[in-house]
């Protein structure tokens, strides 16, 4: 996918396109990979694992546009290298919907004060 993001493409008619060329090479040129030495493997795994890697500058700016966001990306991002591909996902979902029921469930606290005389009743700060 970081060839697709190289090359310009944005829409998921480009990600399907990609996905649909990659599993046409793993099917039929896939067999020619079976006679690769392993370092050679190796490399092309890490060349294909670099943006996960890369990813890891993100968490600033994720922190910084919600902390949830921030704590479900790396909960699944440690899960994810430490453990195993399906791991991860299955637990970054599982995260993610702790959260969305701790953000239901935690309001925030705000102060009511009546604004006019209709009886409204809104943030004085507002």
């Known amino acids: 996918m970081s060839l697709q993001d190289g ?5 998921q008619i480009a990600s399907l396109i990609s996905a649909g060329l990659v599993l046409i090479i793993i099917l039929w040129l ?9 370092c050679a493997l190796a490399s092309i795994i890490l060349v294909a694992i670099r943006g996960l890697f890369l990813q890891l500058l993100d968490i600033p700016k994720v922190w910084r546009t919600s902390r949830y966001d921030c704590f479900i990306f790396v ?5 994810t290298a430490l453990v195993h ?21 935690v309001g925030k606290p705000m102060h009511l004060a009546t604004v006019s005389d209709e009886k409204v009743y809104m943030d004085p700060k507002y």
């Open 85 to 105: 591909i399906d791991m991860g996902l299955l637990v970054g979902i599982m995260f993610a919907f702790f959260t969305v029921v701790l953000r239901t469930q």
């Open 7 to 11: 090359a310009g493409g944005k829409t």
């Open 30 to 38: 896939g067999s020619l990979f079976t006679n690769l030495p392993n």
């Open 75 to 79: 909960v699944t991002y440690v899960v």
